[in-house]
């Protein structure tokens, strides 16, 4: 008996001691029955099937309304509307917490409550909120958490002279204006809700708040994380944030004892628990965090105890009175000091936070948020004069007092549309006023439109900057100018092992022959939400092979990184507005990834981002397929027109760098146009005659063998590789080269 026959044998076997075992234990089962009453038996097979069909649909019924059954739909309905509206709203340059927001209005009494009454009452169900509320809860601790960890305080510290009077300034303004808006609405919405001084000090804090995460995203987007601007902004914004979190926590503890003497006890156990978070818990913490700080070290034991300590934290700032997101923000900020140790634990954190429970703290904070509440014109007026407060208290603010310290006017102006950014944060402030009675349903609607509108603002104000201080330059150089000599290389490359690859390939492909070369090497980590402690790391990881090569090379090189929303239109907004002479980037997907198989398709190598560059970049494309790239020695020069002979200098240059051996190969389906091809490469055979001409109809696997680099025009390629489908899957490394010039 063979292996496999005896194998299933024994399985059947085992199958059906099993079901033998299971009747005779139920059959043994059944004598304990006798205080069971037995249902009386269905007469009928048709009466048994409807039977069970019915206790079937009661089961789904109980299921789909159980606790946990709207919940699971809640958080489905949530995270899909969340996902659409973000993607929406970064699609019209807004960053996707707006969008977020949005969602959370969209679903909530403003408009699904208000369309589809039904829907919204089975989805959304008073009783089934509770569930929602704690975890949004939760979803705010977390986040707090990475918020405070994405402050550097050393960072703060050093630029501390040159931010403190922009950041204090951006929130005193504010705050008193803001105090003064209360003044004139607290008889007409709080006075029967709240004290006046709990209800000014909350919409002064209001006011005065600024969103450093989206701030920072903000930043990352406009190319601003280098600049001097972006450095001050972030600074400032930093200090402010740390400043506001201390101040709300004052006014916490001034709202819920209802005097400055009755909040004294609270203020003093806070200071008491920040101190001792500082000078003991953090030099704890940074001793592990010195041990502790790669991937292969932290294991769960560590990643629990710093959640402990974050949990401990909440829960001691909850009990005294100052809110357990102070709590979890000074978790976040004693967290050891060591960046790869904050990036592996913001990593298993944010993603969880971000995606899974911010989406449900928005949908909590719109199903708050009744636009109806505002139904008179003079509401309306009230609504916009705390627009106007915000926008006029933030921005002047920060705007003159940067341009008192020196900055430029535009500087000035740019810092001070930074600073009235206030997005999430100011969300969670206005939801502990709301949760805290302080703030009426009608002003708590009021300030989350205010909330919209000052971040939704941003981007457009700061191209609205740009635009009034833009200087219109006057070019003295011609075309023919001293520098039109120099050759200027945009290399774009994906994952980091490839570019210093690249770099090696274009190096002997495209340098000799020319007088000099200026090469600038970019990176772009795509993603709207990538968070600002990641990618000074993500840069250092990206550039470290390609600036190991140059060196090897003994070539210039300067570094470009982004994060960026839409690559493809990144680059070649970049390439344009650079007057590049030659793109070189990788093809969609690593070949030498792929095993030779029979259903892979080269043509799909080359993307429809790929195509987007060639197609709308100004100046030569050249698309790159590494199949273990060493050397370029043996090359194959693909000819199906007389106009790919542009390829021929790309040859030459190969000769001087390489003494490449050149296989020229005719695969021209026209008589006249081979022997144009033939014509037009004369000059060269004839120059080196060791080099080889083929003419072939179709390419086949075995032209390939002995070549590792081949040329070919991009035009080519894409009549030709389906023709020679089989042939393709054997092609060495390849430069895919569209001419524009």
Known sequence: MSKGLRNLTFYISMLLIFVLLMYGITELGKGFETSFEVPAKVETEKNYLQQGFSMFIKVLDENLHSPLGILLLQVIAILFTARVFGYIFVKLGQPSVIGEIVAGIVLGPSVLAHVFPEVSS????????????????????LFMFVIGMELDIEEVKKKLKETIFISHASMIVPFILGMLAAYFTYPYYASHTSPFLSYALFIGVAMSITAFPVLARIIQEKNLSKSHVGTISLASAANNDLTAWCLLAVVIAIAQSGTFIGAIYVILSAILFVVFMFFVIKPFLNTIGNVYYNAEVIN???????????????????????????????????????????????????????????????????????????????????????????????????????????????????????????????????????????????????????????????????????????????????????ESHLFRLLLSFGRANSGGIMLHMAHQVLSKGRDSMDITALHLTVGAEINPIHTDNFESISFEPILEEAKKLNVPLKTLYRVSNNASEDIVGMVNEGNFDFLLVGAGIAQSDLPSRSWFYPGDLLKDKTKSFIEEANCTVGVFMNRNFEKADHVLLVLDNVSDTFLIQYAENLMQSNNAKISFIDIAQDINQSKEILKAIAPFLSKHPYCNFIQEKKLSGHIFQNHNFMLIAYKTWNEISERSKDAFQYIPSTLIVNCKK
């Open 122 to 141: 089975f989805l959304f169900s008073p009783e089934s909120l509770g569930n929602i509320n704690i975890l949004s809860q939760i979803g705010l601790i």
């Open 300 to 482: 769960k034991s560590i990643v629990a105890f710093m959640l402990f300590i974050l949990m401990v934290s909440a829960y001691i700032t909850e009990i005294i009175g100052v809110h357990a997101l102070f709590g979890s923000f000074i978790a976040g900020v004693v967290m050891p000091s060591n960046i790869k140790f904050r990036k592996i634990i913001t990593e298993k954190v944010e993603d969880v936070a971000l995606c899974l429970f911010l989406p449900l703290f928005f949908v909590s904070t719109g199903l708050k948020t009744e636009i109806g509440l505002i139904n008179t014109p003079t509401e309306w007026l009230v609504c916009l004069m705390f627009i106007v407060v915000a926008v006029i208290g933030k921005i002047g603010g920060a705007s003159l007092s940067a341009r008192f310290v020196g900055e430029s006017w535009k500087d000035s102006w740019t810092i001070g549309a930074l600073m009235n950014t206030r997005g999430l944060m100011e969300l969670i402030v206005l939801t502990i006023g709301y949760e805290m009675g302080i703030l009426s349903p009608s002003i708590f609607v009021m300030l989350v439109l205010m909330t919209l509108v000052t971040t939704f603002m941003t981007g457009p104000l700061m191209n609205f900057i740009d635009y009034c201080y833009r200087k219109k330059t006057k070019s003295t150089d011609s075309p023919h100018s001293k």
